[in-house]
Nanobody
Framework: QVQLVESGGGLVQAGGSLRLSCAASGRTFSSYALGWFRQAPGKEREFVAGISWSGGSTDSADSVKGRFTISRDNAKNTMYLQMNSLKVEDTAVYYC????????????????WGQGTQVTVSS
């Protein structure tokens, strides 16, 4: 079992940057593919970025490609999301999630979830 805790959210102006962290408990952290998802008010939770267990393979949504970078440090049991050039439409609660096997884009594939961290981008 894996427990996930996000941090690093906050209020930032458009064009600014934030780095989210997802700290995991459990000895088998490196066995899991990880993903970042977000949910804005009144909208469905959506895929942002995913990373394989080794960190050697990543994927990101078209809406954040070139602006957001996902990474992980298995020695620290932590995943990161570096968010640059933030836009007002990036405002959402950001969640990290874990699953066995490869990273996918579907919310339904992920078994373990964090509680979320709020990111608010002002104009």
């Amino acid at each position: 079992q894996v427990q996930l805790v996000e941090s690093g959210g906050g209020l930032v102006q458009a064009g600014g940057s934030l780095r989210l962290s997802c700290a995991a408990s459990g000895r088998t952290f490196s066995s899991y593919a990880l993903g970042w998802f977000r949910q804005a008010p009144g909208k469905e939770r959506e895929f942002v970025a995913g990373i394989s267990w080794s960190g050697g393979s990543t994927d990101s949504a078209d809406s954040v490609k070139g602006r957001f970078t996902i990474s992980r440090d298995n020695a620290k049991n932590t995943m990161y999301l570096q968010m640059n050039s933030l836009k007002v439409e990036d405002t959402a609660v950001y969640y990290c999630a874990a699953k066995l096997n490869g990273a996918t884009r579907s919310v339904w594939d992920y078994r373990y979830w964090g509680q979320g961290t709020q990111v608010t981008v002002s104009s």
